[in-house]
């Protein structure tokens, strides 16, 4: 196969791996804040349960996350190694200052964090737990406005074919940076909150709960209630900034090949690119031109503007058609699951079953997330400036077939052990957790 | 500036790279001592390194960052032509790293296959950095020599780790997991004594710019501290690990210590070797430099961040301090 092509789906393999594990502790390590201050408040010991139970699974999917990391931070050379040349006056520092303000920061307390509870004050662990917390918030910051600047570069001047920086301020800051940032810490909580209500409602149809699995539940229930309805808005104004600074991502994730108005939106369609239109359409009239131009008769550029320069449009379309779809079913399941505990109530078995089925949802729309914008940003690596063609590395096809088949099996090998490793946690019988009093609890087999 | 910078960023680069292979050095030494362990030794071993380790491996992505971010255009030369190794190192180091955690976390039936997986990832890990030392010193070329050379620094790295890791284990161990560490390191200082000696040995035969830098007075006579203070911590070592295994109790750092001076000696000697090439023989760091306006906003960051990780770093093994305990993961 091309080596370019297997440089791509290497490179994809591990940052679609790598996303999975950020993805869950930036919102968890935020989560167990709360847990660790409630305690200290209420002394309860429910809190304190729930805090070390999921501290455990915190620090099995944060060393996911650290060690397919390093191998992103190696594969930026190994497979892009024109990138550095051409944008390393740019990557270097943003990938630099992660690694000194953030990676430090998590690695060293995080530490403190899992094991010093005997060692060390109750106010040194809290600020440890803050720190983890506020490490990891502030490594999304730095690789997040590196990312935005490739699809949106600012702040910079090419000479010579290479990228030179003029204003730190604007490439930090630059146009798309602050959407995709709040974008992805929403989309980080949502998924660590129907990772916690779904392991949760899970241990309760399994009869092994306690009070913590209930406190832990409504925590979680309640923040996805209130950041779902909210992501949706964020989303909206993340694809106003897109549709300005790049156009042609926008009209592959409607679908538009055509420049017109009044453009409808495409609820199902296949994309054929050979002949450039869509089969079998299911449209919402106006729809498309209401969204993103907030006008019924708005104009939406199409792709045939910019023939030879657009994303591959299926995927993009389908992709951003699972993220929406994930994302509406956030709202209503988390809704509904607010009405059924409200007061203190004891939720309905179907309400388990559905919580327990989302348990990896956020995954899902994270993945489908990145492969919007990633897949959305082809040609180019830097938006309009360097394209990917331009910076892989020429390595022979047998050894990026044979180093792409490892990190599969490892990977497909890894993904297995941490979900069989969580279930075998989530079923242990909560022996300590028998503390405090039981506001209820449930057999669902029993009671249903 | 643009002369001093890129030497800035070369001695932060060599320094980087010195504390992480005294400080994961000791971690994968453990990891690859663990088959040689009890059942229930085991777990105090991964305790005395549970703590640090993860803080540890950073210091690997700080190097390759500061590679990254000073010197973009050896960046991906490097990388490239590193490629296999690096690829077979991260994936050493994955399976060590998840194993801390699979291995309590998966279930007791899974705990032998973990235990596995940690020390493979260990030795695998420390080999493929072998080899990228090995290769890396002989400028990046193909051929006979070089490969020879890196399969000798593949081979032999491993070895001091495992020295490493001796003396971690005195000093973190009691009783008989501290004896038995005793027994390693005497097994485990010859072949580092004899890689390192084949090593300084084959260097300049390898390289003759090399050669000449190290060869020629009055050079010889002003490096000559190197080879000799290298020399005395290794009879050191040889005669610590001789005595009983009381006496060694009694001297915790010693071993550990001994081993960090050989550490320090051998990035000296391999950074003179080196300078001011960045690529031996192809390009000094001066051409693979960034831009002044990005090192300079980089270094505003270093100074700043640099003193608070060491710090925290010093925090954390203050807090730690003393014999591991059965601190658990479970």
């Not at chain 1, 994730?253 to 108005?261: K, P």
Request: proline content about 5%; glycine content about 8%; charged content about 10%.
């Amino acid at each position: 196969m091309d080596p370019f092509v297997l440089a791509r789906i290497q490179f994809a393999t591990n940052i679609s791996f790598h996303i999975l594990f950020p993805a869950i502790t930036i919102g968890l390590a935020w989560m167990l804040l709360f847990f660790r201050i409630r305690f200290t408040q209420t002394g309860d010991k429910a809190w304190e349960y729930a805090y070390f139970f999921w501290v455990k699974i915190f620090a099995l999917t944060f060393a996911m996350g650290v060690v397919s990391g390093i191998t992103m931070s190696f594969q930026f050379g190994t497979n892009w190694p024109g990138f550095m040349e051409k944008a390393g006056n740019v990557a270097g520092p943003l990938l630099g200052y992660e690694v000194l303000s953030a990676f430090f920061l998590e690695a060293s307390f995080l530490g403190i964090m899992l094991f010093g509870k005997d060692r060390v004050s109750n106010r040194l662990h809290l600020l440890s737990t803050f720190l983890v917390a506020f490490g990891t918030t502030l490594s999304a910051f730095w690789i997040l406005s590196l990312n935005s600047w490739m699809q949106t570069p600012a702040g910079i001047q090419m000479v010579d074919g290479v990228v030179m920086v003029e204003d730190w301020w604007a490439v930090i800051f630059n146009p798309s940076f602050p959407y995709r940032f709040f974008h992805m810490l929403i989309a980080s909580f949502l998924t660590a909150a129907f990772l916690i209500s779904g392991v949760s409602a899970w241990r309760a149809r399994s009869g092994v709960d306690g009070p913590a699995t209930w406190k832990v539940m409504r925590a979680g229930v309640g923040v996805a209630a209130i950041l779902a309805p909210l992501q949706i808005f964020i989303g909206d104004l993340h694809g106003l900034n897109t549709l300005e600074h790049q156009p042609a991502k926008v009209a592959a994730m409607e679908a538009v090949w055509e420049t017109e108005s009044a453009v409808p939106f495409n609820l199902i369609a296949f994309p054929d690119e050979q002949a450039r239109e869509n089969r079998l359409a299911i449209q919402i009239p106006y729809a498309a031109s209401l969204i993103l131009t907030h006008d019924p008769q708005g104009e939406v550029q199409g792709l045939n503007e910019f023939a030879g320069e657009h994303p591959p449009v299926a995927m993009v379309f389908w992709s951003f058609r699972v993220m929406l779809a994930i994302g509406g079913l956030m709202v209503l399941v988390s809704w509904w699951a607010s009405w059924q505990l409200r007061g203190g109530r004891e939720p309905h078995r179907a309400l388990l079953l559905t919580l327990s089925a989302m348990t990896f949802s956020g995954w899902i729309a994270v993945l489908a997330g990145w492969y919007v914008t990633e897949i959305g940003r082809q040609p180019w690596i830097v938006q309009d400036l360097i394209s990917v063609q331009e910076v892989v590395a020429d390595h022979a096809s047998a050894t990026m077939t044979g180093t792409l088949l490892g990190y599969v099996l490892l990977y497909a090998f890894l993904l297995v052990s941490y979900i069989g490793a969580m279930r075998h946690m989530a079923t242990k019988p909560a022996a300590s957790q028998a503390l405090g009093p039981v506001t209820f609890t449930t057999q669902p087999s029993a009671q249903h | 500036m643009e002369f001093w910078l890129p030497i800035i960023y070369m001695a932060a680069m060599g320094l980087a790279l010195l504390i992480y292979v005294i400080l994961d050095g000791y971690d994968l030494g453990v990891g690859i001592l663990l088959p040689l362990a009890e059942e229930s030794e085991k777990d105090t071993m991964i305790a005395s390194i549970g703590p640090f380790w993860d803080a540890n491996e950073t210091w690997i992505v700080l190097g390759v960052g500061i590679l990254l971010i000073a010197f973009p255009l050896a960046h991906g030369i490097v990388l490239t032509h590193l490629y296999l190794p690096v690829t077979i190192m991260l994936m050493g180091l994955i399976l060590r790293g998840v194993a801390f955690d699979l291995r309590v976390k998966a279930g007791d039936h899974r705990r032998a296959l973990w235990n596995r997986a940690f020390f493979a990832g260990s030795l695998i890990s420390a080999m493929a950095q072998g080899w990228m030392l090995g290769a890396y010193v002989t400028g990046l070329r193909d051929g006979s020599t070089s490969v020879l050379f890196s399969v000798l620094i593949a081979l032999t790295l491993p070895a001091l780790y495992v020295v490493l890791g001796c003396g971690w284990l005195n000093m973190k161990t009691e009783g008989t997991l501290q004896r038995k560490s005793h027994l390693w390191g005497g097994r485990a200082i010859w072949p580092m004594g004899l890689g390192l000696g084949l090593i300084s040995i084959a260097t300049p035969l390898v390289s003759p710019a090399i050669a000449a830098k190290w060869f020629s007075l009055p050079n010889a006579l002003w490096l000559a501290p190197i080879p000799l203070v290298t020399l005395a911590s290794f009879v050191g070592i040889v005669l610590t690990l001789r005595t009983s295994s009381e006496q060694q109790a009694a001297q915790p750092w010693r071993v550990f210590g001994l081993t960090v001076l050989i550490c320090l000696m051998a990035s000296l000697g391999l950074a003179y070797s080196l300078f001011p090439h960045i690529i031996i023989g192809q390009m000094t760091i001066w051409e693979a430099s960034a831009s002044v306006s990005s090192l300079l906003f980089t270094l505003v960051g270093v100074a700043l961040t640099l003193p608070m990780i060491l710090a925290y770093t010093f925090v954390v093994y203050r807090i730690f301090h003393g014999k591991a305990t059965a601190l658990s993961y479970d």
